[in-house]
């Protein structure tokens, strides 16, 4: 959970580089998953390369989106139901025929199990400018739509660790650090500049920073 009792929001972008085996996450159904816990307590295991081979990535398509659970097909040989897995069967993927060496003794599968679980994926993200009128230092930065502007000041902590000791305004206005960019009349034109075939960069809104009296600690 977040700073403010919520979910934390993730973008693509950020799931990507958690691509390695002793850093993975991947992302399903709109949510994200650490499932390097799971890599560690599995290592050396065969089952394990499916996940490894999607590490950073979506990996919804190996869903029902319906129940929630890994796609199943009627198997052509048995002409049972069993988990489709083309890329491969992975950890807690029984066998496609009974053997004495599986052992089904670990509870619920990775994928049903939320102690891997630790945000959602955003929806939407997009880029916004930030410029400290102080500094007149100026970054562009990613978020999330879903974020209030007191989670992009988090984000953008690792630029200007003093950031809450700024007034934040768009347009002249104050903005309302508990409300989301569209919340706070920020709108995300992108789209209509892709229709308008206009450099979205150009035109990126552009919240400005001004320094208040106190300091926050650093």
């Given at each position: 959970?977040g700073k403010?009792?919520?979910?934390?929001?993730?973008?693509?972008?950020?799931?990507?580089?958690?691509?390695?085996?002793?850093?993975?996450?991947?992302?399903?159904?709109?949510?994200?998953?650490?499932?390097?816990?799971?890599?560690?307590?599995?290592?050396?295991?065969?089952?394990?390369?499916?996940?490894?081979?999607?590490?950073g990535k979506?990996?919804?398509?190996?869903?029902?989106?319906?129940?929630?659970?890994?796609?199943?097909?009627?198997?052509?040989?048995?002409?049972?139901?069993?988990?489709?897995?083309?890329?491969?069967?992975?950890?807690?993927?029984?066998?496609?025929?009974?053997?004495?060496?599986?052992?089904?003794?670990?509870?619920?599968?990775?994928?049903?199990?939320?102690?891997?679980?630790?945000?959602?994926?955003?929806?939407?993200?997009?880029?916004?400018?930030?410029?400290?009128?102080?500094?007149?230092?100026?970054?562009?930065?990613?978020?999330?739509?879903?974020?209030?502007?007191?989670?992009?000041?988090?984000?953008?902590?690792?630029?200007?660790?003093?950031?809450?000791?700024?007034?934040?305004?768009?347009?002249?206005?104050?903005?309302?650090?508990?409300?989301?960019?569209?919340?706070?009349?920020?709108?995300?034109?992108?789209?209509?500049?892709?229709?308008?075939?206009?450099?979205?960069?150009?035109?990126?809104?552009?919240?400005?920073?001004?320094?208040?009296?106190?300091?926050?600690?650093?």
């Amino acid at each position: 959970m977040g700073k403010l009792g919520r979910p934390s929001f993730y973008t693509p972008n950020e799931v990507a580089i958690h691509n390695t085996l002793k850093d993975l996450w991947v992302s399903y159904l709109g949510k994200v998953y650490d499932l390097t816990p799971l890599a560690e307590e599995h290592a050396g295991n065969v089952l394990l390369k499916p996940i490894i081979a999607e590490a950073g990535k979506d990996i919804s398509h190996w869903f029902n989106k319906k129940t929630k659970d890994i796609r199943t097909h009627i198997d052509p040989e048995t002409g049972c139901e069993k988990y489709y897995t083309p890329h491969g069967r992975f950890i807690h993927i029984p066998p496609p025929y009974p053997r004495t060496d599986w052992a089904n003794d670990f509870g619920r599968p990775w994928w049903k199990d939320e102690k891997y679980y630790i945000g959602e994926l955003s929806q939407k993200t997009r880029f916004i400018r930030i410029l400290n009128t102080l500094t007149s230092q100026e970054q562009t930065i990613e978020v999330c739509s879903e974020e209030y502007l007191s989670e992009i000041l988090e984000r953008y902590l690792k630029y200007n660790a003093h950031a809450g000791s700024y007034t934040w305004k768009y347009d002249g206005k104050n903005l309302d650090m508990g409300m989301t960019l569209e919340e706070n009349e920020i709108f995300d034109e992108s789209e209509d500049f892709y229709v308008l075939s206009m450099q979205e960069e150009q035109w990126l809104p552009a919240i400005h920073l001004y320094f208040n009296d106190d300091l926050t600690e650093a």
